[in-house]
C-alpha cells in the first residue's frame, strides 16, 4: 500500500511538471503567433494603393469618357482600342509603369523591388515587375467582376531588412 | 545519514531544481515579451497614424462622397482641398494635428497650390503649424470636375494625404 502511493506521487510530480512546462510552451506560441501585426499595417498602405491605381484617369478615351485604369482593364480584356486609336493594353501598361515607379521609390528607400500582376479569368493580362524580390514583403489583393469577366490585381512589394 | 535527513535533502533538491525551472521559464518569457514590445508600439503607432489619414480622407470635409459616381474610399475632392486651404485658420484645432498636406504623385508636380495657379500645381498645403513632427500618409484618388472640347468629366489622380500628428498624441 505505502509503495502503491509513493508511485502515485511520483506519478503525480511528473504530470505537474508536464503541464508547467506545456503551459510555457503555449505562452511561448501566443507571443510567436501575435507577432505580425506590422505586416498588416503596412499592407494597407498597398491596399489604399491599389484602390487609387484603379481610380486614376487616364489620358485614354472612348466615346464618352476618359477611362480609370479599371475601365482601361476592361477595355484591354475585350481587345478594344482608345478612340485616338492606341492599345488599350499598351496604354494600361505604360500608365501602370510610370504610376508604380513614382509611387514606390526603389532608387533610395528600404525598397528593393515591385511586381504587379493582373488576371483575367485566372489568365495574366499583364505583369510589371522590377528591381528584386526578396523574402520581407507586404502586398494587396484587389478583385472585381466588370462586363462579366472576373479580375484580379496582385500588388506586392519586397523590403530589404525592414525590422532594422 | 538518517532516512529522514535523506528525504529532507531529496526535497531540497527538488525545490531547487523547481525553482530554477521558474526562474530560466521566467526570464525567457521576459526577454521575448520586452523584445517584441518597442516593436509593437511602434506598430501601433504606424497603425493609429495610418487610420487617422484614413479617416481624415473619409471626412466630410475631404471626400469625395458621391461627386464622382459611386462612392469611393480613400478619395479627397481637390475642389473641396483647396477651399480648405483658404478658410484653413477656422480648421485648425479641428483635426487636432500640426499639420496636413496632400501631394500629387502621378503626374509629379511640387508646385505649391493656390487659386491662382489651381489646378497646374502638386502641393496642397491646408495647413501647417511651425513644430511638426514625423509625418505619416497614405495613398488617395486626388479627384476634380475638369473640362475638355466635349464637355465636363470626372479627373482622378494619385496622391498621398500626409498627416503631421501633434506630438501630444
Given at each position: 500500500m505505502k509503495k502503491f502511493s509513493k508511485a502515485q506521487e511520483e506519478m503525480m510530480g511528473f504530470v505537474l511538471i508536464v503541464v508547467i512546462i506545456a503551459i510555457f510552451i503555449l505562452i511561448f506560441v501566443a507571443f510567436m503567433i501575435s507577432r505580425p501585426e506590422k505586416q498588416a499595417v503596412e499592407s494597407f498602405e498597398a491596399e489604399s494603393f491599389v484602390q487609387s491605381l484603379l481610380q486614376y484617369t487616364t489620358d485614354c478615351r472612348d466615346n464618352l469618357e476618359f477611362l480609370s485604369i479599371e475601365s482601361l482593364i476592361n477595355k484591354c480584356q475585350k481587345k478594344e482600342k482608345c478612340l485616338?486609336?492606341?492599345d488599350t493594353c499598351n496604354v494600361l501598361e505604360k500608365n501602370i509603369k510610370e504610376i508604380i515607379s513614382k509611387s514606390w521609390?526603389?532608387?533610395?528607400?528600404?525598397?528593393?523591388g515591385y511586381s504587379l500582376a493582373i488576371l483575367s479569368n485566372k489568365q495574366e493580362l499583364l505583369k510589371v515587375q522590377e528591381g528584386n524580390s526578396t523574402s520581407n514583403s507586404i502586398g494587396a489583393v484587389q478583385s472585381f467582376v466588370r462586363s462579366g469577366i472576373p479580375t484580379e490585381i496582385n500588388f506586392e512589394v519586397f523590403y530589404y531588412r525592414r525590422d532594422d | 545519514m538518517k532516512k529522514a535527513q535523506l528525504k529532507i535533502q531529496q526535497m531540497a533538491f527538488m525545490l531547487i531544481a523547481i525553482t530554477l525551472l521558474f526562474a530560466l521559464a521566467g526570464m525567457f518569457v521576459l526577454v521575448f515579451m520586452f523584445s517584441g514590445l518597442k516593436e509593437s508600439a511602434t506598430a501601433l503607432n504606424e497603425r493609429n497614424a495610418l487610420l487617422l489619414v484614413s479617416r481624415l480622407a473619409n471626412s466630410p470635409e475631404f471626400s469625395c462622397g458621391e461627386s464622382f459616381g459611386m462612392l469611393k474610399l480613400n478619395c479627397v475632392d481637390e475642389d473641396k482641398a483647396i477651399i480648405l486651404k483658404q478658410n484653413s485658420n477656422d480648421y485648425k484645432?479641428?483635426?487636432?494635428?500640426a499639420g496636413i498636406e496632400i501631394q500629387k504623385i502621378y503626374p509629379e508636380n511640387n508646385i505649391e497650390c493656390n487659386l491662382g495657379n489651381y489646378p497646374n500645381c502638386?502641393?496642397?498645403?491646408i495647413y501647417s503649424e511651425k513644430n511638426k513632427g514625423v509625418s505619416s500618409s497614405n495613398f488617395i484618388s486626388l479627384c476634380r470636375k475638369t473640362s475638355s472640347e466635349n464637355g465636363i468629366y470626372d479627373k482622378c489622380e494619385i496622391a498621398k494625404l500626409i498627416v503631421f500628428p501633434r506630438s501630444e498624441q
Open positions: 485616338d486609336e492606341r521609390d526603389i532608387q533610395n528607400s528600404p525598397i528593393k | 484645432n479641428f483635426w487636432g494635428v502638386g502641393l496642397i498645403t
